[in-house]
């Protein structure tokens, strides 16, 4: 088909065109007239995606369009849509109570329900290049819409928070038990660390073991001292025992020194006198009865010294004994102290650590305490709806303006399927392509002029074929002879 053809048939099914046109204008006039307005109101909020300074959870947040999506989908949630019903009592509403009854049979559970028929006029529009959410509700009222659309604003930030509260509140539960378990336990520790140090008598062990441990120096000292001087004592009562008079503390005596140089005289003159009185002379006897009585006085005081070094001897090895109990018995209270230093410590770190742990969640529980408590979200509202003053549809410009476009193409198909089926011959080329015979010539109609007419169906011809063509009275097509 030529576009030529194409007008014709055009122009010669115009009316109905027309007709398949203005109906479809019409009819969807008549709709978008009959059909309720809707009307539109929107709230804005802002997610802050930066983290929280009181969670407990620091490490980098999500992508920004995760996160969105995620938001978009906490917004559109069944919860969300229930809290708006129980924030706005719609639960109280008889009407929509008599039309769940007659949908469902008064079965299922009627705030899902109602929260399923008002989430249908809910739409959600995160912003691209921002945090910016805007939630749009679409309802039959202009008061309804903005009421449910800042409902849904509303909800969707209390929504938030709870989602954080609630993990808080188990976790601060839970950490509460484990705190009171954990306090238990110290408690447990510290008395047996008490009744230990009570049982023990120490306080400060390392302090008493310090103590202790010089003692045991010192005593240890003192045993080695006392063994010296015992095997002093011992060796000069050995040779008190054997050589008296050669012993140190004889020959340093001054009193034997005394007696001894007494002796001497006395000898000396006893020979003088018996060189010149001879044995007998009263003297020379007295002298000789003054020098027995000396030496029995030197023998005594010799023996005198030589029993004190035995004595010394004897106290010597007495203290060293003394010593060496002490000094064991000082052993065996530091070796007991250690044990019990060790038992001690073991109590002792078994308390720093029921300690160490209690604090730690102690801090935790003070940290989800915190949080359970906390009452913001980082969801902030920017803009709140606002009754709005104009239907947002149906739109009857622009539905005429698409029913002008759509009724001109259906115009056209019908012109062309009821030209499908009734054909009809509207020019030479009609002729040339239905009986494929070549026209040799066209009269124009009376009523047109001769011009356009000349101009009409003789510009395409046939490959190889002549156009003759000639102008006369006649009113009919003469196909060519032969």
Known sequence: MTFNQFLRIIRARWILALAVLTFTVLATLAVSLILPKSFTASSTVMADVRPDPVSVLTGSGMANTSYLA?????????????????????????????RWEGETGGRGDYTAWLAGVIGRGLEVKPSRESNVIEIVYEGSDPGFAAALANAFAKAYIESTVQIRVDPARQYADFFEERAKLSREKLEKAQSRLASAQKEKGIVATEERVDVETARLTDLAAQVTALRALKADTGSRSSQASTNPEQMQDVLTNPVIGSMKADLVRLEGRLQELSEKYGDAHPTVQ????????????LNTETARVTGSVRINNSMA?????????AFEEQRQRVLRLKDARNELQVLEREVDTAQRIYDSIQARLSQTTLESNASQSGIYLLSTATEPTSATSPRVFLNVAVS??????LALMAALTVELFDRRVRGALDIDQALELTVVGVLPAPSSKVRNKLSIGLNRKPPGTG???????HSNIEPAQG
């Open 317 to 325: 090895g007495s203290r060293e004994a003394q010593a060496v109990a």
């Open 70 to 98: 995620t938001q978009v989908d906490i917004i559109k949630s069944p919860s969300v849509a229930q809290r708006v019903v129980r924030n706005l009592k719609l639960a109280e509403n008889p009407v929509m109570r008599q």
């Open 467 to 473: 156009l003759q063509s000639s102008l006369s009275n």
């Open 286 to 297: 007295e002298t000789r009865a003054n020098i027995a009585t000396l030496r029995s006085r």
């Open 404 to 409: 002008i476009v759509l009724g001109t193409l």
